[in-house]
């Protein structure tokens, strides 16, 4: 079983930067392809980034392609998601989530889910 929670959220300038972790329990950890998803109240929780098992593959959704990057420290147990010039429209509750690749992130076949965090962006 691996449990995951996410840090980092808080209340961001549009234009600045913002980091989100996302640390994992359980030995199994460097196994899973691992998904950022953002919700906002009324929407569907939609993934925004994946990355791959060994991390030398990523996903990233077109409204936030050139400016978040997704990245892992298998070691660390832990993936981060870095968001440089985050827009008032990325104001979401942000979610981390395991899944079997990156297919199964984008299909939404999601084995773990983190609590989440929310990101303000005002601006």
């Known amino acids: 079983q691996v449990q995951l929670g996410e840090s980092g959220g808080g209340l961001v300038q549009a234009g600045g930067s913002l980091r989100l972790s996302c640390a994992a329990s359980?030995?199994?950890?460097?196994?899973?392809?691992m998904g950022w998803f953002r919700q906002v109240p009324g929407k569907e929780r939609e993934p925004i980034a994946a990355?791959?098992?060994?991390?030398?593959?990523?996903y990233y959704a077109d409204s936030v392609k050139g400016r978040f990057t997704i990245s892992r420290d298998n070691a660390k147990n832990t993936v981060y998601l870095q968001m440089n010039s985050p827009k008032p429209e990325d104001t979401a509750v942000y979610y981390c989530?395991?899944?079997?690749?990156?297919?199964?992130?984008?299909?939404?076949?999601?084995?773990?889910w983190g609590q989440g965090t929310q990101v303000t962006v005002s601006s």
């Open positions: 359980g030995r199994t950890f460097s196994s899973y392809a």
């Open positions: 989530a395991t899944a079997r690749n990156i297919v199964t992130v984008l299909r939404a076949e999601i084995d773990h």
């Open positions: 990355i791959s098992w060994t991390g030398g593959s990523t």
